[in-house]
């Protein structure tokens, strides 16, 4: 069966296993297939830890993550990780052209994939205006991008794999208002149930879930307009 992509948790507690105390505590969320989820909270909160649970690279402590309602630790691990892409906190881009950069870690992509992910991401336009266009050569010995054009790059390689989820790490931190809206919508036609963490209150405002997280608990969650009815940190950051 393929993934629609709805992503639970209950009462969810995780710590590394070389660290004393637990990074998240007693986390329960529930996702509808589809939809984008915000999650922000200060450095440190537990983020990149939470994301990280869902593709099983690390397993938590207590409590159940289901995905369609099955429990995720009774699942193939490589069917798992197939059906979630993942775009780490860090960009790594080697030197190579723009479509073996795209296509890593799935070779056997073919243009037409390529681009269309490309599309998706929102960097598509960009890589045409080069001379060479998806036959650019990235790196030292070739065109430098920008920060904001890595990161749609990265969320391109993500894509190729046609995910059903997809984890974005502070990966639109870089992209303008316009254009961030732009991709979660692109997201949101192909049913990507996405998970955006991010700080900025712009990606928010269009989250269908937004998780607040505050040293690793799970301080307020729901719409934008429900948190700024209830929620006081949240409507800190909203006015800073
Ligand atoms: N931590 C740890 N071992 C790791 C990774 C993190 O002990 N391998 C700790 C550091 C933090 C806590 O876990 O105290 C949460 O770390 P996260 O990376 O999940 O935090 P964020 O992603 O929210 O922080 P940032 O915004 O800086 O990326
Ligand atoms: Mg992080």
Same mark, same amino acid.
């Given at each position: 069966?393929?993934?629609?992509?709805?992503?639970?948790?209950?009462?969810?507690?995780?710590?590394?296993?070389?660290?004393?105390?637990?990074?998240?505590?007693?986390?329960?969320?529930?996702?509808?297939?589809?939809?984008?989820?915000?999650?922000?909270?200060?450095?440190?909160?537990?983020?990149?830890?939470?994301?990280?649970?869902?593709?099983?690279?690390?397993?938590?402590?207590?409590?159940?993550?289901?995905?369609?309602?099955?429990?995720?630790?009774?699942?193939?691990?490589?069917?798992?990780?197939?059906?979630?892409?993942?775009?780490?906190?860090?960009?790594?881009?080697?030197?190579?052209?723009?479509?073996?950069?795209?296509?890593?870690?799935?070779?056997?992509?073919?243009?037409?994939?390529?681009?269309?992910?490309?599309?998706?991401?929102?960097?598509?336009?960009?890589?045409?205006?080069?001379?060479?266009?998806?036959?650019?050569?990235?790196?030292?010995?070739?065109?430098?991008?920008?920060?904001?054009?890595?990161?749609?790059?990265?969320?391109?390689?993500?894509?190729?794999?046609?995910?059903? +989820? &997809? *984890? !974005?790490? %502070?990966?639109?931190?870089?992209?303008?208002?316009?254009? @961030?809206?732009?991709?979660?919508?692109?997201?949101?036609?192909?049913?990507?149930?996405?998970?955006?963490?991010?700080?900025?209150?712009?990606?928010?405002?269009?989250?269908?879930? +937004? &998780? *607040? !997280?505050? %040293?690793?608990?799970?301080?307020?969650?729901?719409?934008? @307009?429900?948190?700024?009815?209830?929620?006081?940190?949240?409507?800190?950051?909203?006015?800073?």
């Amino acid at each position: 069966y393929t993934m629609n992509g709805a992503v639970t948790f209950e009462h969810v507690t995780f710590q590394y296993p070389d660290t004393a105390a637990a990074v998240l505590h007693d986390i329960s969320f529930e996702t509808k297939p589809g939809t984008t989820v915000a999650i922000m909270g200060a450095t440190g909160a537990g983020k990149t830890s939470l994301v990280g649970l869902i593709p099983r690279l690390y397993e938590q402590n207590a409590g159940v993550i289901k995905i369609d309602g099955t429990d995720i630790s009774t699942l193939n691990t490589e069917y798992l990780r197939d059906s979630i892409g993942y775009v780490p906190q860090e960009i790594i881009l080697f030197t190579g052209t723009i479509r073996e950069n795209i296509a890593w870690g799935k070779e056997d992509a073919t243009l037409d994939e390529i681009i269309e992910a490309a599309k998706l991401a929102q960097i598509h336009d960009t890589i045409i205006q080069f001379p060479l266009g998806y036959d650019t050569i990235l790196g030292q010995k070739g065109v430098n991008l920008s920060g904001g054009q890595k990161q749609r790059l990265t969320i391109a390689r993500a894509l190729v794999r046609k995910p059903c +989820i &997809l *984890l !974005l790490d %502070d990966s639109t931190s870089a992209l303008d208002v316009r254009t @961030e809206a732009s991709l979660l919508q692109a997201l949101r036609n192909i049913s990507c149930t996405t998970f955006l963490i991010t700080q900025k209150i712009s990606s928010t405002l269009h989250a269908d879930l +937004i &998780l *607040l !997280l505050e %040293d690793g608990s799970l301080l307020a969650q729901g719409s934008h @307009e429900e948190l700024i009815a209830d929620c006081a940190l949240y409507q800190r950051i909203y006015e800073s």
